[in-house]
T-cell receptor
Framework: DQQVKQNSPSLSVQEGRISILNCDYT??????FLWYKKYPAEGPTFLIS?????DKNEDGRFTVFLNKSAKHLSLHIVPSQPGDSAVYFC????????????FGKGTKLSVKP | KAGVTQTPRYLIKTRGQQVTLSCSPI?????VSWYQQTPGQGLQFLFE???????NKGNFPGRFSGRQFSNSRSEMNVSTLELGDSALYLC????????????FGPGTRLTVT
C-alpha cells in the first residue's frame, strides 16, 4: 500500500519554463513533507520542505505547495535549468516519527536546452 | 561542514555471506537512518538510531541489523545475504530535533551474486 504516490514517472520541460512535479499521499497523519533531488550514483539531496500547518514554502527557484484537503503537494521550479534534470522524490513523515521518511517512487525530470 | 560519508561505495558479495556497511553522519547530527533503494520498491526505511539506541525499525527481516556508536557513526549489517539484497544502501543523518530534514550520503552499492 503506497502511502506516497508520484503518478508521473517522467516529465520533460523546456529550459526557462516552469516545471511542476506532483505528489499525492493517503495518510492524514503525515505532518511534514520534503522534496529531494537525486542524480545517478549519488544520494538524494534535500531541496525544500513544508510543515502541514503551512500551504506554501519558497526557496529561490523552488516553491512547494500543500493542499491538505486534497492530500496533494507540488513542487514548482521556475525557471527550469538543464542542471535540474534529475529524479525528484517526494517524502512524508508523521509527527514524532523517528527517521521514517516515506518516499514516493520518484519523477524523472528532463529539462531540454 | 562535511557531508555524510559512507564506506565502502561498492561491494560485491556472494549469497550466504554477511556484509557490514559504515556511515559517518554530519558533525553534530545524532540521528542516523538507513534506507534501501531498489528499482522495484524504491526507497524503503530500514531503521533509525539516536544516541546509540534504535528508535524505529522498518519492515525488514532480522537479517538486517544496525548499531550506532558514541560518536554517532553507524554501521548496518546484513547476514546470510540473498540475491534480493542487491540494492543501493543509503544512510541519512539529521539533528534529531523538531525539524525532519535528513541529509543523505552517496550510498553503498551492494551486489550479491
Amino acid at each position: 500500500d503506497q502511502q506516497v504516490k508520484q503518478n508521473s514517472p517522467s516529465l520533460s520541460v523546456q529550459e526557462g519554463r516552469i516545471s511542476i512535479l506532483n505528489c499525492d499521499y493517503t495518510n492524514s497523519m503525515f505532518d511534514y513533507f520534503l522534496w529531494y533531488k537525486k542524480y545517478p550514483a549519488e544520494g538524494p539531496t534535500f531541496l525544500i520542505s513544508i510543515s502541514s500547518i503551512k500551504d506554501k514554502n519558497e526557496d529561490g527557484r523552488f516553491t512547494v505547495f500543500l493542499n491538505k484537503s486534497a492530500k496533494h503537494l507540488s513542487l514548482h521550479i521556475v525557471p527550469s535549468q538543464p542542471g535540474d534534470s534529475a529524479v525528484y522524490f517526494c517524502a512524508a513523515i508523521k509527527g514524532g516519527s523517528q527517521g521514517n521518511l516515506i518516499f514516493g517512487k520518484g519523477t524523472k525530470l528532463s529539462v531540454k536546452p | 561542514k562535511a557531508g555524510v560519508t559512507q564506506t565502502p561505495r561498492y561491494l560485491i558479495k556472494t549469497r550466504g555471506q554477511q556484509v557490514t556497511l559504515s556511515c559517518s553522519p554530519i558533525s553534530g547530527h545524532r540521528s542516523v537512518s538507513w534506507y534501501q533503494q531498489t528499482p522495484g520498491q524504491g526507497l524503503q526505511f530500514l531503521f533509525e538510531y539516536f544516541s546509540e539506541t534504535q528508535r524505529n525499525k522498518g519492515n525488514f527481516p532480522g537479517r538486517f541489523s544496525g548499531r550506532q556508536f558514541s560518536n554517532s557513526r553507524s554501521e548496518m549489517n546484513v547476514s546470510t545475504l540473498e540475491l534480493g539484497d542487491s540494492a543501493l544502501y543509503l544512510c541519512a543523518s539529521s539533528s534529531g530535533g523538531l525539524r525532519y530534514e535528513q541529509y543523505f550520503g552517496p550510498g553503498t552499492r551492494l551486489t550479491v551474486t
